[in-house]
């Protein structure tokens, strides 16, 4: 017969051993969303983008790594950024669902977006999730396997 205290201290270790993700890497980015002028087709535009770029920059990681974005907003329209097909564990509030799972982030504010690439590997995407930003901010995310496997 397992002891209370025996109980409690296997309780517990399940409970660690279940929320143990420990990431492998952290890694940072910085967006900063703005209006740019950009040339298609011979018409120039100018469209929301990160970092002026269209698409916006590729984030490079690995499965197990920390991805921490701050997201600058710059732009005269709310804005939030939604890691696509990202479990999200930890940092469910940083999903990027705006008013479901966080607040939109005003014009002129900043917000730090965190994700953990818990078991994804493969291109995802990310995109903006307010309005019609998503045609113009989105890039991909290439999450390789760990180094230990490749
Ligand atoms: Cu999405």
């Known amino acids: 017969m397992i002891s209370a205290m025996k109980f409690i201290l296997l309780f517990f270790s399940g409970i660690v051993l279940h929320l143990g993700i420990t990431p492998v890497q952290a890694l940072l ?3 900063e969303v703005r209006s740019s002028s950009h040339t298609w087709l011979c018409t120039t535009k100018s469209m929301l983008t990160v ?6 920059p590729t984030i490079y990681a690995r499965r197990g790594d920390l991805v921490t974005v701050d997201i600058i907003n710059l732009s ?7 890691w696509h097909g990202v479990k999200m564990p930890r940092y469910p509030w940083s999903d990027g ?5 966080q607040c939109p982030i005003q014009p002129g504010k900043n917000f730090t977006q965190r994700m953990i690439l818990s078991d994804e ?3 995802l995407w990310w995109h903006a ?3 019609w930003s998503r045609n113009s901010v989105h890039g991909a995310i290439v999450i390789l396997p760990p180094a230990r496997e490749t």
């Open 29 to 31: 980015h910085r967006f």
């Open 51 to 56: 970092n002026g770029r269209f698409p916006g």
């Open 76 to 82: 005269d329209q709310n804005i939030t950024i939604h």
């Open 97 to 101: 669902t705006n008013y479901v799972t």
């Open 121 to 123: 590997e493969g291109t």
């Open 129 to 131: 999730h307010s309005d």
